[in-house]
């Protein structure tokens, strides 16, 4: 009797574990499809030419990401979809990641409601489709989780485990800093201050300052220009702090659904359970990190997918709550819920569609842009720089196999680091504007001479291409746009 008893409590937790499986499967199938038919936006395509000068760090990010494309071109090729597989798997891995986190937090139950609405988050599912460093960051993160709660319970070579994993999530994304804040915060205002006499914490903290060594000594050879480099507003055109905050939230919609209502609400919750250690671990892995972008989005610095990692968090926190507040307020879950996947499915469908191939001009027309540019470069014996590192990104793309090679370099982002600019002080200069600058005020400190060449319409962009001689040398306080 007791056997059949638990054989049929085991029932639905295993249905639950294949319906996670499932869904989990279901949308990395969905993923590849996305991948292999969507071309190479902007931010990829500058991720893939930082895979052909693999470092130990870049202006904008920490380096993970660069391996990560470099390997999956190694082995599968330079299209799209290769370029995209591995990220794509690694993300894939992270649900699994997150059952994991939620069952030993709290119970099996909770890990799989947990993996289950981080599936139904329009910013992780579909986002996770492209080669960004928020695919790694996603899969450590959810590891670092995971093994942050059983460093803290019980200690040893969890404490070696967390560490390596803190070391690859630094690799993948600052915003990884937010995991050791919150292991901090949890050592300090707890009862884990045994973990000071533990000596798998030390060994911990040993393996991780190994890892990260290098990148930090890059960082450290290149005047850490990660924290140096300008960071222009993500919402340029929106003034005013309460307008940008608004702006901020409703977005949030847009990228999380309408489970990110009750995912915040799961978050009041925890905040008034914070005595309880499960409660306050998850308050510590992500209220930091949404305060943080809460901050940034005054300026209108923060982009909209930077809390994606506090609500996977938060995943857990609603996960415990759902059962209750499903008795409550099943329409409004389910309602929150359905609207996501429907979000989902619908955006999927839309790129999948036949005839919307070409994403917002991304890659439509830069072939023929590029050889219209190599053209005018050739025949002025002139390299060519680009104002935007985006645009400098899809042109050096485009021109990669053309020999004799011309160099395409830009003062923005990691260009200088290839193509030095003292190395073509002297040669005329081929300069693409795909910001509708001052030509004379970007210009004026770098050549003389200045002239406009001709235009070129993209979809969704207009490029200006000017000429000019005897470059300077120097990018020292180039603007993009000429402003004084």
């Given amino acids: 009797m007791n056997q059949k008893s638990g054989a049929a409590a085991a029932r639905p937790a295993n249905?639950?574990?294949?319906?996670?499986?499932?869904?989990?499967v279901g949308a990395t199938l969905l993923r590849i499809a996305l991948a292999a038919r969507i071309p190479l936006g902007d931010d990829e395509v500058y991720y893939l030419l930082w895979a052909r000068h693999l470092a130990w760090g870049y202006p904008d990010h920490p380096p993970m990401i660069a391996a990560v494309i470099a390997l999956g071109a190694r082995f599968f090729g330079d299209s799209p979809l290769a370029i995209r597989i591995l990220p794509?798997?690694?993300?894939?891995?992270?649900?699994?990641?997150?059952?994991?986190?939620?069952?030993?937090?709290?119970d099996g139950a909770a890990g799989r409601r947990a993996a289950l609405l981080l599936l139904g988050l329009p910013a992780y599912t579909l986002g996770a489709t492209f080669a960004f460093p928020d695919a790694p960051l996603s899969l450590y993160a959810a590891l670092g989780l995971w093994t942050g709660w059983r460093a803290l319970r019980e200690g040893g070579w969890w404490w070696v485990a967390t560490a390596a994993t803190a070391a690859l999530a630094l690799f993948s994304k600052v915003l990884a800093v937010f995991l050791l804040l919150g292991l901090l915060g949890m050592l300090i205002g707890g009862p884990w201050r045994r973990a000071l006499r533990d000596p798998g914490f030390y060994a911990g903290l040993l393996v991780g300052a190994v890892l990260i060594a290098p990148m930090v000594f890059w960082y450290a050879r290149n005047d850490w220009i990660l924290f140096r480099m300008p960071r222009p507003p993500w919402i340029e055109d929106v003034r005013g702090v309460p307008l940008r905050l608004l702006y901020f939230a409703t977005v949030q919609f847009v990228y999380h659904g309408l489970l990110?209502?009750?995912?915040?609400?799961?978050?009041?919750?925890?905040?008034?359970?914070?005595r309880e250690p499960a409660w306050r671990y998850l308050l510590w892995m992500s209220v930091p990190i949404l305060t943080f972008t809460v901050v940034l989005a005054v300026p209108g610095q923060a982009k909209p997918h930077w809390p994606t990692p506090a609500y996977t968090v938060l995943a857990i926190a609603l996960s415990v709550l759902w059962p209750a507040w499903w008795q409550r307020r099943r329409v409004l879950l389910a309602v929150a819920a359905g609207l996501n996947a429907?979000?989902?499915v619908g955006v999927a469908a839309v790129a999948l569609a036949p005839g919307r191939i070409q994403i917002e001009g991304t890659t439509q027309g830069w072939d023929r842009a590029a050889r219209i540019i190599y053209q005018e470069a050739a025949a002025r014996e002139a390299f060519i720089m680009v104002g935007a590192y985006q645009s400098a990104s899809q042109i050096a793309y485009q021109l990669e196999r053309v020999r004799p090679a011309i160099p395409v370099t830009s003062p923005i982002g990691a260009f200088p680091f290839w193509q030095p600019?003292?190395?073509?002080?002297?040669?005329?200069?081929?300069?693409?504007d795909d910001l509708g600058a001052d030509a004379a005020r970007v210009l004026g400190p770098f050549c003389r001479n200045i002239q406009a060449v001709r235009g070129l319409d993209l979809p969704g962009r207009r490029l200006i291409l000017y000429g000019c001689e005897d470059f300077s040398g120097t990018f020292a306080g180039f603007s993009p746009r000429g402003s004084p």
């Avoid at 609400?265 to 914070?274: H, I, N, Y």
């Fill in 260 to 274: 990110t209502l009750p995912l915040l609400a799961s978050l009041v919750v925890a905040l008034r359970r914070a």
């Fill in 421 to 432: 600019p003292d190395a073509l002080a002297g040669r005329n200069v081929v300069f693409v």
């Fill in 15 to 24: 249905r639950a574990m294949t319906l996670l499986l499932a869904a989990t």
């Fill in 342 to 344: 429907l979000l989902i």
């Fill in 88 to 106: 794509l798997l690694m993300a894939s891995a992270t649900p699994l990641l997150l059952y994991a986190a939620g069952r030993d937090i709290f």
